[in-house]
């Protein structure tokens, strides 16, 4: 009779961990994406991982060619690169579920469209998930606040432009 108790609560975390399931569009899926992330990107490093992230440039509304395309994505998208430096495929399986988990329960932010694609070291096989869980979200602020600080950035430099062309040394009399 305990046996049977115990399969209807396995059930019903079943059913209630599916509902908790990393959405595939935060995910990242293509190939191109992965490396458009490594070599246009930039990085963060912390203890047991890597991470890289690129911001998506918008896309323009009036093109022909976007009514053909989907919609892009809004927020972060997560891909996960876990090389067999790591171990045999159990070990790295076991190092993408964590990190699925770390991001899914970090909350992504939805502030900033950019790719991520997140690189373990070898410690993150023996590090706490708690530990893990910090990383990630640590990751996750340091690319919001540097990605907003480069659009701010850009939106300053739009409105300092305005200068008249040839104008560049200052005036004789300002000495």
Not at 89 to 100: E, F, G, I, S
Not at 121 to 137: A, I, R, Y
């Amino acid at each position: 009779m305990a046996d049977a108790a115990l399969e209807t609560r396995h059930d019903s975390a079943m059913t209630a961990e599916k509902a908790a399931r990393f959405p595939r569009t935060a995910r990242l899926l293509r190939h191109a994406d992965f490396e458009r992330v490594y070599k246009q990107g930039r990085r963060h490093f912390s203890a047991s991982m890597t991470v890289f992230y690129w911001v998506r440039p918008e896309r323009d509304g009036d093109s022909e060619t976007s009514a053909k395309k989907p919609p892009a994505p809004q927020g972060l998208r997560v891909g996960f690169t876990v090389g067999r430096a790591l171990g045999g495929a159990v070990q790295r399986n076991r190092v993408k579920r964590r990190l699925r988990e770390a991001v899914r329960l970090s909350g992504l932010p939805g502030g900033v469209a950019a790719d991520v694609v997140i690189n373990p070291k070898k410690s993150l096989l023996t590090t706490d998930f708690s530990v893990v869980l910090g990383e990630v979200t640590r990751a996750f602020a340091v690319i919001e606040q540097k990605l907003s600080q480069q659009a701010a950035e850009r939106t300053g430099a739009d409105r300092t432009i305005d200068r008249k062309p040839g104008n560049r040394k200052p005036e004789a009399g300002s000495r």
